[in-house]
């Protein structure tokens, strides 16, 4: 039985599932694009090009970020590998634990819905599942700190999604605030690449990409550490964190590693830079099912 636990997106990390580094062509992004053009509009929009990795690069850099997670006592596992989709590198989108649910994502997205299928072998071991009835959310837009869960009303997440949500906890017994952040223009796939949780009361930001008046939610309980152009658009922001103390962070962010260690945490860098060619960072990569202070 796998025990969902997920008190908050900095507790301490115990247990994930990563996807499986696939080789995958330009003809496989646009044969996706072509039967599905909306898709093609979102992930251009996201980081202004869509690039295929140079795979002799990109595999090494992803495996040595599922190593660095092992090595720091996280058990990692990996999703099947799925015939019929050729990139899963990203399950965070697939399913969200909040508390000690997890709640399955409705993807707008054809494919990260056939994608969604790697996580039956998993569904019936798992302590406690819930669906939701209807809109549209996924995983990188769903932030959870220590009382409220912050939910981006992005290109892949709706106000019906959010509604929806707010029934499942109704459901499932939890109690916390849902607080929508808005962003200032289309464009932005995931809340995750604009705003992620580095610390207690502590967050990246790319400020110009939200709301005056989100912006200033997110103010009223966080420390934001400002993130600027180029690093928002190099994914930058987009860390997970193994600890309280302890955040991955993108190799090239030597600014807003430093910011964190006058906070004392520890910025633990890593290369995923060709990995990213295909927009997605460490937060992206990665689903956690358990976080907390002990073993389960």
Known sequence: MIQISNPSDIAPLREVIVG?????????LVWGSLRYPDVASIRYARNNTVAVPRHEIARPQHEGFVRMLEEHGVRVRT?????????????????????????????????RRKEQRALRPYLDDISRVET?????????????????VLVGLSEATDLTGISALREGFDRAGISREILPIEFSGRGVVH???????????????????????????????????????????GLMVNTVALAPDRIVIDHRARRLAEALRL???????????????FPGGFRCATLPLRRGEKEV
């Not at 110009?208 to 309980?221: F, K, N, V």
Request: charged share 30%; net charge negative; glycine share 6%.
């Open 191 to 233: 809340l995750d690449t604009k705003f992620t949780m580095v610390g207690a009361q502590l967050g990246y930001i790319h400020s110009a990409s939200l709301t005056p008046y989100s912006r200033a939610q997110l103010a009223e309980r966080f420390e934001l550490i400002e993130a600027d152009d180029t690093e928002a658009r």
């Open 132 to 148: 939701l009835a209807g809109g549209r959310i996924e995983g990188g837009d769903v932030i959870v700190t220590d009382d409220v």
């Open 263 to 277: 906070r004392g945490i520890e910025p633990i860098r890593h290369d995923f830079s060709e990995v990213t060619r």
């Open 79 to 111: 999703l099947d590998s799925l015939a019929d989709v050729s990139i899963q590198l990203y399950p965070r989108d697939l399913a969200f634990a909040v508390d000690d649910v997890l709640f399955l994502a409705r993807s707008r997205d054809p494919i």
């Open 20 to 28: 499986p580094y696939k080789t995958f062509t330009w003809w496989d």
